[in-house]
């Protein structure tokens, strides 16, 4: 008879995620002395958010009562048609807002799995969490041996790089837990090296508040004077330190539709951008990661870059 996590796995990968691991619902001990003192040092910047709901950051069964494991999925988002270096004609936009806000996108495919193990295991009874609630989705991804946290804080998939997005399914159920993985990023430093604000403090420490997809997307006031000219091209979000990981050599296109690139993003010239008005924007981009820094965000970094 087959164990309910190999149904989960299997029935996750037909759903249309690329890898599934999971593991135990249980307090970060790890992790927490490491979230503190990053907070402490005001790492996080303006994201105030971050400073909340601290203790349930760390402990899933303390913001899913009677939680019992955690299913940790990873969806591509690679795109088939990367954008090239961008620069004067072509500012640059991470990769992973190519398509539809993957928030959609993501809820939809666990939404099918939940049906699906609901009919093959019983009820079920858990939330979904992408992106949007207080998880360390890295953490439990690596605690799940999906990959390790490389030296530029994302997590690495040994077969695939780490172009994924990340998603949880907290549930109440005992379930065959993964262990982690080792970590392969050996002496290498090339994340680390390359980062344009050099906000790779350390090995795995990312100072939040030096970071360029900060400063594009996360801060929602002026942009500090002394970053003018020095995002490196990027308009919104920044590739660089993944870019650069010799992991990604293994990263190749994704297949899920709704993430696509929008032909917009790859065509418009920084003209285009500047001269775009706010309607156009909003029709072009509607359901877009873009719509994160909105129309007067876009405006404020080209006359950054």
Known sequence: ??????????????????????S???FLEEE????????????????????????????????????KSVI????????????????EASPKISKYAYGKDYHFVIKSKVKELINVLNEKIGEINGRVFVDSAPVLDRAWAAKSGLGWIG???????????????LAELIVDIELEADGPIKDYCGTCTRCMD?????????????????????????????????????????MFGCDVCQDVCPWNRFSHPHSTEELQANPAILNLTKKDWEEITEDVFKNTFKGSPLQRAGYKGIKRNLGYL
Request: net charge positive; proline share 6%.
């Open 32 to 67: 927490a002395p490491r979230l503190e003192k990053w907070l402490h040092q005001g790492m996080s910047g303006k994201m105030q958010y971050m400073e909340n709901y601290f203790d349930l950051r760390l402990d899933p069964r303390k913001l899913v009562p009677g939680a």
């Open 72 to 87: 940790s999925l990873m969806l591509n988002y690679y795109p088939s048609s990367a954008k090239a270096t961008g620069g």
């Open 151 to 165: 030296k530029n804080s994302m997590l690495i998939n040994p077969k695939a790089g780490s172009f994924y997005f």
């Open 24 to 26: 135990k619902a249980e």
């Open 1 to 22: 008879m087959e164990s309910y996590s190999t149904i989960i796995k299997r029935e996750a990968i037909r759903c249309g995620f690329d890898f599934c691991g999971i």
């Open 194 to 234: 390359a980062c344009p604000t050099q906000a790779i403090v350390g090995p795995k420490i990312v100072d939040g508040s030096k970071c360029i997809s900060y400063f594009t997307i996360e801060l929602k006031e002026n942009m500090p004077e002394e970053m003018k000219g020095k995002l490196n091209g990027w």
